[in-house]
């Protein structure tokens, strides 16, 4: 299967360590995929509040390239390019004369036969849950990890057709995989509210603090995530956060990619684990002790 590789803009700016961490994971699993060439922004998260058109267009048009490629499937690791992929993808098999206008203003053919893979269908459906359990070489044993979805993985449903939108459970069975224990808890799939992060951050304080302190008081060591957005409210926020409510979160916020990594026996260094705000010292330290 020819895989094709949309890192979206986060994975090249501010998630670098979640491009970084996915290289080297499927460096130790064989598995090659190539990035799509002259690839655009998908347009998360503002183009859809402000041009419909263009909204399905600029994601479209990775597709089209990709499709043109001979690539049968396309990984997009952001939870937001993953969304906006399958909108437009959604919306042009859907739409005819929306995907005439798309078409024609691309210049190029999309015949919407193409399968896109946010990260966790990746890892479990095109790599496999039972080749990255056979590759687990530091078991990571009573580490307690909690799972945060966040919204854009699962809504909307009829689009997104991913898990169980109100309790998926996929990230959940790739921590246990790894030999640490799933933290069950109230905020897995509520918003993080990324998408207020600069129009009104009050709203994101709150949002994300509820999460945290949720995570916190079901006894989690870490968090993992598969989105860009939501790993920067969760990691980048959490010192905010503390001042405001005067409670101490200090949870280190990981990439599902990361934590698989060290499951591998990836040095820490390698995944770009020092790369966050919060600090995974005491993590690294308990892992190593195992």
Not at 12 to 27: A, M, N
Not at 34 to 54: F, M, R, T, V, Y
Not at 107 to 118: C, E, F, R, S, W
Not at 154 to 175: A, S
Request: hydrophobic fraction near 40%.
């Amino acid at each position: 299967m020819k895989l094709a590789y949309y890192p979206g803009c986060s994975l090249k700016g501010t998630s670098f360590e979640y491009e970084v961490s996915l290289l080297k994971i499927l460096e130790v699993l064989d598995i090659e995929i190539k990035e799509i060439p002259d690839w655009n922004c998908c347009g998360a998260s503002a183009a859809h509040s402000i041009n419909h058109n263009l909204s399905v267009a600029l994601p479209a048009r990775n597709l089209a390239i990709a499709e043109s490629g001979g690539y049968e499937s396309i990984l997009a690791p952001c939870a937001a390019c993953s969304n906006r992929l399958k909108t437009a993808d959604y919306e042009l098999k859907t739409d005819d004369i929306l995907k005439d206008k798309v078409v024609n203003s691309l210049g190029m053919p999309y015949a919407a036969d193409i399968d896109i893979n946010n990260m966790l269908e990746f890892l479990s459906g095109v790599v496999g849950e039972d080749k990255i359990k056979s590759t687990v070489k530091k078991p990571l044993k009573g580490l307690k990890v909690a799972s945060y979805y966040g919204c854009l993985l699962v809504r909307p449903p009829k689009i997104m057709q991913f898990d169980d939108p109100e309790n998926p459970v996929l990230m959940d069975n790739l921590v246990a995989l790894t030999g640490a224990d799933p933290v069950d808890y109230s905020y897995k799939t509520e918003c993080c509210g990324a998408i207020n992060s600069l129009s009104n951050p009050d709203v994101v304080t709150t949002l994300t603090g509820n999460v945290l302190y949720d995570i916190k008081k079901h006894g989690a060591d870490l968090i993992v995530v598969a989105c860009p957005l939501c790993h920067s409210n969760l990691d980048v926020r959490q010192r905010e956060i503390e001042r405001k409510y005067g409670e101490k979160i200090g949870l280190p916020v990981l990439f599902v990619t990361e934590l698989l990594g060290l499951s591998f026996g990836i040095d820490p260094k390698d995944l770009a684990i020092d790369g966050h705000m919060v600090a995974a010292d005491k993590v690294l330290k308990k892992i190593k002790e195992l």
